[in-house]
């Protein structure tokens, strides 16, 4: 074994600060589709680091402000449940991702409880599916009084007509999907960079289900806690009452980005 090997190596850290190492690691992007703060543009990736609130001053990340008020969007999703939904539930994924990735460097500089490695991962896997869902589900919306619900048009409006067969086919196939989910979850419009197809995926929790290299540009909600104080059991009239806020000109910006 070479004095190189990692087993050789001593468990003190060399100077490197968690900062740096944590920078290095959201640099990198959780999801293969960020883009630095410095080179996000309506032309590339749709996630910037800022989009996450990535704080590279304590090498975490913050929970990003909502982008309306909280009532901005009540005749579909009442201000009680934007509060408890955004300060409450996506503020958790943030801190859970923050935790995971502090333990998980603490077990790469075997400081850390190796034997919960499995756990870490899946902590990490978990919340930050939460955070980067959560960002990309707020701005995927606008009052309809703004142009929410409205189709989509050009290359987008073109693509769901030959992948789906109409934009009301595929409608049917999101809604159905996104209703249809076991437990808690999400109903995804994709980007299928291979085949350059749109697919409609299920996401159980906030990460199982979606394929490998699946670029998600429109996701609903369906956990209870998002809708359940106005909609109770109902969540197909809550699905219903969403497509009438989708902002299809962001979903054809994420297009744009994703078949570029």
């Given at each position: 074994?070479?004095?190189?090997?990692?087993?050789?190596?001593?468990?003190?850290?060399?100077?490197?600060?968690?900062?740096?190492?944590?920078?290095?690691?959201?640099?990198?992007?959780?999801?293969?589709?960020?883009?630095?703060?410095?080179?996000?543009?309506?032309?590339?990736?749709?996630?910037?680091?800022?989009?996450?609130?990535?704080?590279?001053?304590?090498?975490?990340?913050?929970?990003?402000?909502?982008p309306y008020a909280?009532?901005?969007?009540?005749?579909?999703?009442?201000?009680?449940?934007?509060?408890?939904?955004?300060?409450?539930?996506?503020?958790?994924?943030?801190?859970?991702?923050?935790?995971?990735?502090?333990?998980?460097?603490?077990?790469?500089?075997?400081?850390?409880?190796?034997?919960?490695?499995?756990?870490?991962?899946?902590?990490?896997?978990?919340?930050?599916?939460?955070?980067?869902?959560?960002?990309?589900?707020?701005?995927?919306?606008?009052?309809?009084?703004?142009?929410?619900?409205?189709?989509?048009?050009?290359?987008?409006?073109?693509?769901?007509?030959?992948?789906?067969?109409?934009?009301?086919?595929?409608?049917?196939?999101?809604?159905?999907?996104?209703?249809?989910?076991?437990?808690?979850?999400?109903?995804?419009?994709?980007?299928?960079?291979?085949?350059?197809?749109?697919?409609?995926?299920?996401?159980?929790?906030?990460?199982?289900?979606?394929?490998?290299?699946?670029?998600?540009?429109?996701?609903?909600?369906?956990?209870?806690?998002?809708?359940?104080?106005k909609y109770q059991?109902?969540?197909?009239?809550?699905?219903?009452?969403?497509?009438?806020?989708?902002?299809?000109?962001?979903?054809?910006?994420?297009?744009?980005?994703?078949?570029?």
């Amino acid at each position: 074994m070479s004095p190189e090997s990692p087993d050789n190596q001593s468990n003190e850290q060399p100077n490197i600060t968690r900062r740096s190492a944590l920078t290095g690691l959201a640099a990198l992007g959780a999801t293969g589709m960020l883009a630095s703060t410095a080179s996000a543009s309506t032309n590339t990736p749709y996630l910037a680091q800022a989009d996450l609130g990535w704080d590279a001053a304590t090498g975490q990340y913050t929970l990003p402000d909502l982008p309306y008020a909280y009532d901005a969007l009540k005749a579909v999703i009442d201000e009680q449940t934007m509060r408890i939904h955004h300060d409450k539930h996506h503020a958790g994924y943030v801190k859970g991702a923050n935790k995971a990735l502090a333990e998980l460097e603490k077990i790469r500089w075997r400081q850390g409880d190796e034997s919960l490695i499995q756990h870490w991962q899946r902590q990490l896997s978990f919340h930050m599916g939460g955070h980067i869902n959560h960002t990309l589900f707020w701005t995927s919306m606008k009052p309809e009084l703004l142009g929410g619900g409205t189709q989509p048009t050009g290359n987008l409006s073109n693509a769901i007509k030959s992948d789906f067969g109409s934009f009301g086919k595929f409608m049917t196939q999101f809604k159905l999907a996104a209703a249809k989910v076991e437990g808690s979850g999400w109903g995804y419009l994709v980007y299928e960079p291979l085949s350059r197809r749109l697919m409609v995926t299920q996401m159980q929790n906030q990460q199982d289900m979606m394929f490998t290299g699946a670029i998600p540009l429109l996701g609903v909600d369906v956990w209870e806690h998002a809708y359940y104080l106005k909609y109770q059991n109902r969540r197909a009239d809550y699905i219903e009452a969403f497509t009438t806020i989708i902002d299809w000109t962001e979903i054809s910006r994420r297009f744009e980005a994703a078949r570029a």
